[in-house]
């Protein structure tokens, strides 16, 4: 499955922004779907991830309340709606996918995308 990551880009801290992750080459019905965030010289860190059919959700505490993770598997798409963006939100921001496996903040995906770059100013 290829994954393409966008919707990112610049904004002001407090506002929001909304990632999409368009899937192709194969259906996503079978994947848990994650997204994960990397800033300048940090480790890759967990942001989101969703079941197949979206029926649970998980969020690393930085994000909690302020991110929401969805699905439509009829477009084969996977969206991230970030609001009351932080500075240190600013990273690239990937999607990944993991077939056929329970929820996981560990980066043990099979399939990532390509990053998109949110950035935020303060």
């Known amino acids: 499955v290829q994954l393409q990551a966008s919707g990112g880009g610049l904004v002001q801290a407090g506002g929001s922004l909304r990632l999409s992750c368009a899937a192709s080459?194969?259906?996503?019905?079978?994947?848990?779907m994650g997204w994960f965030r990397q800033a300048p010289g940090k480790e890759r860190e967990f942001v989101a991830a969703?079941?197949?059919?979206?029926?649970?959700?998980d969020y690393s505490d930085s994000v909690k309340g302020r991110f929401t993770i969805s699905r439509d598997n009829a477009q084969n798409t996977v969206y991230l709606q970030m609001s009351s963006l932080k500075p240190e939100d600013a990273a690239v921001y990937y999607c990944?996918?993991?077939?056929?496996?329970?929820?996981?903040?560990?980066?043990?995906?099979?399939?990532w995308g390509q990053g998109t770059q949110v950035t935020v100013s303060s």
């Open positions: 969703i079941t197949q059919r979206g029926g649970s959700t």
């Open positions: 080459g194969r259906s996503l019905i079978a994947y848990v």
């Open positions: 990944a996918a993991r077939y056929g496996a329970t929820l996981t903040r560990q980066p043990v995906y099979g399939y």
